[in-house]
């Protein structure tokens, strides 16, 4: 029994290779003791296939074998992002330094000698899977991380900092390949009656939803984000004002004509609409800013550039 804590958020797989039934017979019976789960192959091809299917978290690999060797099989495993950080422990009937370091070489962690001692197998393997689930865990940590330090929670928009992050590289690369983009500042009018006629949580789910409403009438290649409270950011990629202005146009109705379960409220946006000609980010966004000022002004639920 495995009491080993990290095994305990996943039960790792092990995919046993060997040409020789015997060899997978004896393999098999010493892991499933340890609770592992097992998955078998007797030849290359069909190893392929079966980590490419089943993504284990460790490979116990047979060198020689018919058909293509375990020393190809590796290094087609770690040549595909898919497959490439399963753990790979070869398995050699002799110790010949040049098929060791051949194997390190072909992105191999370890190799254990045939015929084997079944204590010093189980100790490789547990090794070589803590590091393999340790490192998965630590992977799918940092990407909650990161995914959390870009998003704001609410909306689940891009944050202001990453916002402003993209604006400045899509202008420096608008700037290097000569390619048009325009950025939108967009606020929701008189958002404070909102809140305070019918609550703070339907305010949210008023951000909620006009970010939903944004998110669907935007391209991919564009980036919208929460700027602040209740104002969004719209990066338009490769995009100049004029075409810019038509998707502008469709949001604001969009929200316009949106059904709020709340009487016949009516909630609007105003947004301005700024080009980039020669300005850095901050710029940029100042006339966004100044046009968004104008439809405001201009009174409300209409957009400017
Ligand atoms: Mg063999």
New binding site residues.
């Given amino acids: 029994m495995n009491d080993n804590s990290i095994f305990k958020e996943k039960t790792p797989l092990i995919l046993i290779v060997?040409?020789?039934v015997k060899n997978l017979q004896v393999l098999g019976t010493i892991l499933s003791k340890q609770n592992y789960k097992i998955a078998a192959a007797n030849n290359g091809e069909q190893a392929i296939k079966i980590a490419n299917n089943t993504l284990p978290d460790l490979i116990l690999l047979?060198?020689?074998?018919p058909g293509i060797s375990g020393f190809e099989v590796c290094s087609r495993l770690k040549k595909d992002p898919r497959t490439k950080d399963i753990s790979i422990i070869f398995l050699t009937a002799k110790i010949e330094p040049e098929d060791i370091v051949k194997g390190f070489e072909a992105g191999g962690v370890d190799y254990v000698i045939k015929p084997f001692n079944s204590i010093e197998l189980l100790a490789r393997v547990k090794t070589h899977l803590e590091l393999k689930i340790s490192r998965d865990l630590l992977k799918t940590k940092n990407e909650q991380l990161r995914e959390l330090a870009i998003t704001d929670s609410m909306t689940g928009l891009y944050n202001h900092r990453y916002i402003v992050d993209s604006l400045s590289e899509r202008i420096a690369e608008a700037k290097r390949y000569k390619q048009s983009l325009s950025v939108a500042m967009l606020d929701i009018d008189y958002f404070k009656k909102v809140n305070d006629n019918h609550g703070n949580l339907f305010g949210d789910f008023v951000l909620i939803r006009i970010s939903t409403i944004i998110e669907e009438s935007i391209r991919k290649t564009d980036i919208a984000g929460r700027y602040g409270g209740e104002e969004y950011l719209i990066i338009f990629t490769n995009t100049d004002k004029k075409s810019a202005f038509n998707t502008l146009e469709r949001i604001r109705k969009s929200i316009e004509k949106e059904k709020w379960d709340k009487g016949d409220l009516v909630v609007t946006i105003s947004g301005g609409l700024s080009e980039l000609e020669d300005e850095d980010y901050s710029k940029l966004i100042k006339k966004a800013d100044n046009l968004l000022y104008k439809a405001k002004e201009n009174g409300r639920n209409r957009n400017e550039m």
Avoid at 62 to 65: G, K, Y
Wanted: hydrophobic fraction near 55%; charged fraction near 45%.
């Fill in positions: 060997d040409d020789v047979d060198i020689m074998m």
